[in-house]
């Protein structure tokens, strides 16, 4: 069983311009959440989806920011309009309906220069 | 005051002893109890997790929950070098563990040779 992939592994982009991130669960994981984790701190929630349903968004995702997740299978966090503070390891998770346990995939590492 | 609370550390502990992780939560709903291991650059591995009173062992690992005072530890016996690490205690609202999860800011173990 493989585990979440997330591409690319590291982005830099100039301030100002859109990027998108994918996400792939591990198979057959219906819940997939979307976290970011800045320098010395913990994963910050941001969304997270139940099948192709978004289940909540925190606050802290302002309207540059959209996440889909067409069919249920992989997901897609957009970031339109970078700016400086954006710069942080994003993070995506998936678990099975049944089972406790959240698991991260690589994350992708995003600078905004 | 911050929903999951850790000690920063950094907490140095000599090789082959036992290194004991606290976390303090805020929320007296929350169900469900996690530990995470950060290695530098890399992303948080599920180690642990947790959601009924007492203990939990596997392995060199131990877990404890104790709701009444809000506070889960996590003990690693016989601790090697390669436990050397930042531990995430994150805390879900559900029984089932499949929602957001609040992460406690981590606390940096390093295990002296």
């Known amino acids: 069983d493989t585990g979440v992939s997330q591409d690319p592994r590291h982005k830099i982009t100039k301030r100002g311009q859109n990027v998108t991130f994918r996400c792939d669960p591990i198979?057959?994981?219906?819940?997939l959440y979307w976290y970011r984790q800045t320098l010395g701190q913990g994963p910050e929630f941001l969304t997270y989806f139940q099948n192709e349903a978004q289940l909540e968004k925190s606050r802290l995702l302002s309207d540059r920011f959209s996440a889909e997740r067409p069919k249920g299978s992989f997901s897609t966090l957009e970031i339109q309009r970078t700016e400086q503070g954006d710069s942080a390891m994003y993070l995506c998770?998936?678990?099975?309906?049944?089972?406790?346990?959240?698991?991260f995939g690589p994350g992708t590492r995003l600078t905004v220069t | 005051q911050k929903e999951v609370e850790q000690n920063s550390g950094p907490l140095s502990v000599p090789e082959g002893a036992i290194a004991s992780l606290n976390c303090t939560y805020s929320d007296r709903g929350s169900q469900s109890f996690f530990w995470y291991r950060q290695y530098s650059g890399k992303s948080p591995e599920l180690i642990m997790f947790?959601?009924?009173?007492g203990d939990k062992e596997d392995g060199r690992f131990t877990a404890q929950l104790n709701k009444a005072s809000q506070y889960v530890s996590l003990l690693i016996r016989d601790s090697q070098p390669s436990d050397s690490a930042t531990y995430l205690c994150a805390v879900s609202g559900s029984n089932f563990g499949n929602e957001k999860l609040t992460f406690g800011t981590g606390t940096r173990l390093t295990i002296i040779p």
């Open positions: 947790i959601y009924s009173n």
């Open positions: 198979s057959e994981h219906n819940r």
């Open positions: 998770a998936s678990s099975q309906g049944t089972i406790y346990e959240q698991y």
